[in-house]
C-alpha cells in the first residue's frame, strides 16, 4: 500500500438483489500506473468500472480519488474530477461526425453552454474554436485526423473504438477506465492500441485496463489485478502473474492463463 496512491478503493461491495457482484474489493492505482484488471465473463470488471465512474451506487466500501473521498458521486462530478472512461460496447453518438462526438468528450472543462454552441449552427459553430481544435487535435492523436466528417456510425468497427478513446481523451482525465478496448480489434488495430495506450501513459495518464488479451494485458500493464466472483483472486507484475499460471489456470480456464 502506498501512502498517496492516484485511486484507492476500499472493501467495494455492489450486490444486485441476492448476486454479490463485487465483493469486499481493496486495491490502489498508483500515478501513472497502468494496470490491467483480468478476469472471465461476469466476474464483476465491468461493474467495478461502473462503480468507481458514478455510473452505480456502491452497496459498500469507498472510492478515494487524488485523496479525496468520491463514494457515490454522480458521473459528471467523478468526470469533472478527471476520470474518463470507454464502454465494452461502444457508445457513440451515431448521428453525430466523429469530431462532435469528440467534442462532447470535452464537457468536463469546456464552460457551461459553450459546447451546446459550438454543436448548434454552423456559425455558432465557429465561434467556439477552442473546442473543435481540442476534439481534433485528439481525432490525429489516436489517428482519425482523415474521419472528422465522417458520421460516427458509419466507420469501421476499429475505428469507432478508437474514436471513442479520443472523446475519453478529450475529458483530458488523470485516470482512464478502458473496458475490454481491444475486443473485436484485428491484429494491425490491436497493435495501434497497445502503441497509443504506451503513448498516454506517457503523457502521465494512469489507465486502468480491463482486457481479455493476454498479449496487449502482458505488453503495457505494470500490474495487474486478477478478479474472480467479485473478489481479488490475484494481484501482481505481469511477471508475477505469469508465474500463478497455475493458479490462474484453475480459475479462469486455460485461454486465459
Ligand atoms: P464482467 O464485466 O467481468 O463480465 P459484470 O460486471 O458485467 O462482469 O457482471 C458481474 C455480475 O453482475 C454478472 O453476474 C452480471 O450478470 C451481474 N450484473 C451486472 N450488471 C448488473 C445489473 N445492472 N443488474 C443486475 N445484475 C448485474
Ligand atoms: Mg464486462
Same mark, same amino acid.
Given at each position: 500500500? &502506498? /501512502?498517496?496512491?492516484?485511486?484507492?478503493?476500499?472493501?467495494?461491495?455492489?450486490?444486485?438483489?441476492?448476486?454479490?457482484?463485487?465483493?469486499? +474489493? &481493496?486495491?490502489? @492505482?498508483?500515478?501513472?500506473?497502468?494496470?490491467?484488471? @483480468?478476469?472471465?465473463? !461476469?466476474?464483476?470488471?465491468?461493474?467495478?468500472?461502473?462503480?468507481?465512474?458514478?455510473?452505480?451506487?456502491?452497496? !459498500?466500501?469507498s472510492?478515494?480519488?487524488?485523496?479525496?473521498?468520491?463514494? !457515490?458521486?454522480?458521473?459528471?462530478?467523478?468526470?469533472?474530477?478527471?476520470?474518463?472512461?470507454?464502454?465494452?460496447?461502444?457508445?457513440?453518438?451515431?448521428? +453525430?461526425t466523429?469530431?462532435?462526438?469528440?467534442?462532447?468528450?470535452?464537457?468536463?472543462?469546456?464552460?457551461?453552454?459553450?459546447? !451546446?454552441?459550438?454543436? /448548434?449552427?454552423?456559425?455558432?459553430?465557429?465561434? $467556439?474554436? =477552442?473546442?473543435?481544435?481540442? #476534439?481534433? #487535435?485528439?481525432?490525429?492523436?489516436?489517428?482519425?485526423?482523415?474521419?472528422?466528417?465522417?458520421?460516427?456510425?458509419?466507420?469501421?468497427?476499429? $475505428?469507432?473504438?478508437?474514436?471513442?478513446?479520443? =472523446?475519453?481523451?478529450? #475529458?483530458? %482525465? &488523470?485516470?482512464?477506465l478502458?473496458?475490454? %478496448?481491444? /475486443?473485436?480489434?484485428?491484429?494491425?488495430?490491436?497493435?495501434?492500441?497497445?502503441?497509443?495506450?504506451?503513448?498516454?501513459?506517457?503523457?502521465?495518464?494512469? @489507465?486502468?485496463?480491463?482486457?481479455?488479451?493476454?498479449?496487449?494485458?502482458? *505488453?503495457? &500493464?505494470?500490474?495487474?489485478?486478477?478478479?474472480?466472483?467479485?473478489?481479488? +483472486?490475484?494481484?501482481?507484475?505481469?511477471?508475477?502473474?505469469? *508465474?500463478?499460471?497455475?493458479?490462474?489456470?484453475?480459475?479462469?480456464?486455460?485461454?486465459? #492463463?
Amino acid at each position: 500500500m &502506498s /501512502a498517496n496512491p492516484l485511486l484507492r478503493v476500499d472493501r467495494l461491495r455492489k450486490a444486485f438483489g441476492g448476486l454479490m457482484a463485487v465483493s469486499d +474489493l &481493496s486495491f490502489e @492505482i498508483e500515478h501513472g500506473q497502468i494496470k490491467a484488471m @483480468i478476469g472471465p465473463n !461476469g466476474s464483476g470488471k465491468t461493474t467495478i468500472l461502473n462503480l468507481i465512474s458514478g455510473v452505480l451506487p456502491p452497496t !459498500g466500501g469507498s472510492i478515494h480519488f487524488k485523496g479525496l473521498g468520491i463514494t !457515490g458521486w454522480k458521473p459528471d462530478a467523478v468526470a469533472r474530477r478527471g476520470i474518463a472512461r470507454t464502454f465494452q460496447i461502444v457508445r457513440l453518438f451515431r448521428e +453525430l461526425t466523429a469530431l462532435e462526438n469528440v467534442m462532447v468528450g470535452c464537457h468536463p472543462w469546456a464552460p457551461a453552454g459553450l459546447l !451546446g454552441a459550438a454543436l /448548434a449552427l454552423p456559425r455558432a459553430r465557429q465561434a $467556439e474554436g =477552442r473546442i473543435r481544435e481540442e #476534439a481534433g #487535435a485528439w481525432l490525429e492523436y489516436v489517428g482519425l485526423g482523415g474521419r472528422a466528417q465522417e458520421l460516427a456510425g458509419n466507420l469501421p468497427f476499429g $475505428e469507432q473504438r478508437l474514436l471513442e478513446l479520443a =472523446r475519453a481523451l478529450a #475529458a483530458k %482525465p &488523470s485516470l482512464l477506465l478502458l473496458d475490454e %478496448p481491444a /475486443a473485436g480489434l484485428n491484429d494491425a488495430e490491436r497493435e495501434r492500441l497497445c502503441a497509443l495506450l504506451l503513448e498516454v501513459q506517457r503523457r502521465g495518464l494512469t @489507465i486502468l485496463l480491463v482486457e481479455h488479451n493476454m498479449d496487449l494485458v502482458m *505488453n503495457v &500493464s505494470d500490474e495487474i489485478v486478477v478478479i474472480n466472483y467479485g473478489q481479488k +483472486l490475484a494481484e501482481g507484475s505481469p511477471d508475477q502473474i505469469k *508465474n500463478q499460471q497455475e493458479v490462474i489456470a484453475a480459475y479462469l480456464g486455460d485461454s486465459r #492463463a
